[in-house]
């Protein structure tokens, strides 16, 4: 990425910043599929020259199945499926600090083709707060885990070319539950699957499966998912602790993938993106792997030539970086610029036991 493209796309991300949020009963799965590419055009704008580096965390998501799938069959209505809940009573976060990452909602009962723990990762932002459970590989399978607001039962969203209806399936511990069901999906040779169900407290869930679903995935295994989850709110530990910034530094974006996103080579990379006086900066951060440093070369190779570099280091076996969207920001410029917010960023180490929810001061 040259700095030629940094206007038009910081442009674009600070618009998007001042755009209100969705309004309650918006399908957030869904936009968080859809958003992707949008979502890689800000990473590439806060990210600068780290672009090589960070694409994998935004670039490897598949919106459907490969072609030549076929639209799942309605499924048949199984029998009740109950999960008793192992889980002990959910906290409320009570360490010091602020963590910008956290979640309402969380898997619990997974498949083996997830690899527990390692394979879930959350994802906060503009569209919302989603737990994601993935394979690992650049087409193996994912589902994303998400909780509606309070409110009446979500309308049924319809994508480009969708025809979804409600397939009504066997109740969630003892709640309502339906697929919905693409009709159109084998027509385009595509297609995904999509579980809705109502939470003992009233507010309805969804998990989207997608990528490459194996073609034997089972309905009692999602339905085995959904019954599994668990609710209540979580701090996400994260590898990452920054010294005191200024309060008009906004975390508003936090991305912590597990596995890598693209061909899952890296056990976890975490994006975080903070806001403040119309510009953006983000932070970086993965294990040390093979190849090159990415504050060396652009994503074509070439020597970055930005203005305004990114600042990178590696410590404990991690690698991170910060870099400016466009610009460097009065609030950045006292601190030193992207050096001194640098110096600020601590790196607990690249083993999730050392990692923080005392993450903003």
Request: hydrophobic letters at 40%.
């Amino acid at each position: 990425m040259t700095g030629n493209e940094h206007p038009d796309l910081a442009e674009q991300l600070v618009a998007l910043a001042d755009q209100p949020a969705p309004v309650a009963g918006y399908d957030p799965a869904r936009a968080m599929v859809r958003g992707q590419a949008l979502l890689r055009r800000r990473r590439r704008t806060a990210i600068g020259a780290v672009a090589a580096a960070t694409a994998l965390v935004v670039g490897g998501t598949l919106l459907f199945a490969p072609a030549g799938s076929t639209a799942p069959a309605a499924p048949a209505v199984a029998p009740p499926v109950t999960v008793p809940s192992t889980a002990s009573p959910s906290p409320a976060p009570t360490r010091s600090g602020v963590d910008p990452l956290t979640t309402e909602v969380r898997f619990g009962w997974l498949p083996d083709w997830v690899g527990g723990n390692s394979g879930v990762g959350y994802e906060t932002g503009y569209h919302g707060t989603f737990t994601e459970a993935r394979g690992r590989g650049e087409s193996a399978p994912r589902m994303i885990l998400s909780l509606f607001p309070a409110g009446p039962e979500p309308a049924i969203e319809q994508g480009p070319g969708e025809e979804r209806e409600k397939v009504p399936t066997a109740a969630v511990n003892g709640q309502p539950a339906f697929w919905l069901v693409d009709q159109q999906a084998g027509a385009r040779g595509q297609g995904d699957r999509l579980l809705r169900w109502q939470t003992p407290s009233g507010r309805w869930a969804q998990i989207r499966a997608y990528g490459g679903l194996p073609k034997d995935l089972a309905d009692d295994v999602l339905l085995r998912v959904a019954a599994g989850a668990e609710y209540g709110k979580w701090n996400v530990p994260l590898p990452v602790r920054f010294a005191p910034l200024p309060e008009v530094f906004e975390a508003t974006d936090v991305s912590l993938s597990k596995p890598s996103t693209g061909d899952g080579s890296l056990p976890w990379q975490l994006w975080l993106m903070f806001q403040f006086e119309g510009r953006n900066v983000s932070v970086t951060m993965e294990p040390i792997g093979p190849g090159p440093s990415p504050s060396a070369t652009g994503t074509d190779g070439s020597p970055y030539t930005d203005p305004h570099p990114p600042a990178c280091r590696e410590e404990k076996q991690v690698r991170v970086c910060v870099a400016a969207g466009a610009g460097i920001a009065p609030s950045l410029e006292q601190i030193g610029g992207l050096e001194g917010l640098l110096a600020r960023t601590q790196v607990p180490g690249a083993d999730e036991s050392a990692w923080t929810t005392d993450v903003l001061n």
